[in-house]
T-cell receptor, first 115, second 111 residues
């Protein structure tokens, strides 16, 4: 299995809702990532988990809350989002964060619309 | 932080033509990857190439680390090559897991 699976593919939520994005990989990778991509822009790093511990938080607002329950799963909990948070949210994984050749494998993304 | 510039920003090709995409970066890097994003948003890793030359079918890439640039060559282009090509780099000399993406090159291949 060489895939990163993201659910849901599409999500529409109001500003008062609480929702979660889910990411799963079964490649034995030990680093997992959340990226945010606005329309016609490149992906921007949000969070990195290394061996199930949060290693990088790129000053992301607290209305985004990541969680890594185990080495295969990565969640992004969403609460009190703003319309400007509408974007494609991409999950990625890589084999070993301590290795030099850190090749990222991306999921297909979750397209979020905040009304 | 590190700056990544890609050129050209847009490129329109006739099917069968060849092209070269360029990525310039402002600092030494430990990790450089090329990605293709299809019209549905899926990012596919094309090459991990912090230095040297690699080839995969009709695609090849060269990174000259000392001069801080990388090139992606696409030969005999096909309509399925359309999409956005991103170069992403990480200057972290220890681990290399904080990739910074360039703005991308939008490629359209016409039949």
């Amino acid at each position: 299995d060489t895939e990163v699976t993201q659910t849901p593919k599409h999500l529409v939520m109001g500003m008062t809702n609480k929702k979660s994005l889910k990411c799963e990989q079964h490649m034995g990778h030990r680093a997992m990532y959340w990226y945010k991509q606005k329309a016609k822009k490149p992906p921007e790093l949000m969070f990195v988990y290394s061996y199930e511990k949060l290693s990088i938080n790129e000053s992301v607002p607290s209305r985004f809350s990541p969680e890594c329950p185990n080495s295969s799963l990565l969640n992004l909990h969403l609460h009190a989002l703003q319309p400007e948070d509408s974007a494609l949210y991409l999950c990625a994984s890589s084999q070993d964060p301590r290795a030099g050749a850190n090749v990222l494998t991306f999921g297909a993304g979750s397209r979020l619309t905040v009304l | 932080g590190i700056q990544v510039e890609q050129s050209p920003p847009d490129l329109i090709l006739q099917e069968g033509a060849n092209s070269t995409l360029r990525c310039n970066f402002s600092d030494s890097v430990n990790n450089l990857q090329w990605f293709h994003q299809n019209p549905w948003g899926q990012l596919i890793n094309l090459f991990y190439i912090p230095s040297g030359t690699k080839q995969n079918g009709r695609l090849s890439a060269t990174t000259v680390a000392t001069e801080r640039y990388s090139l992606l060559y696409i030969s005999s282009s096909q309509t399925t090559d359309s999409g956005v090509y991103f170069c992403a780099v990480d200057p972290d000399m220890e681990y290399g897991n904080k990739l910074v993406f360039g703005a991308g090159t939008i490629l359209r291949v016409k039949s």
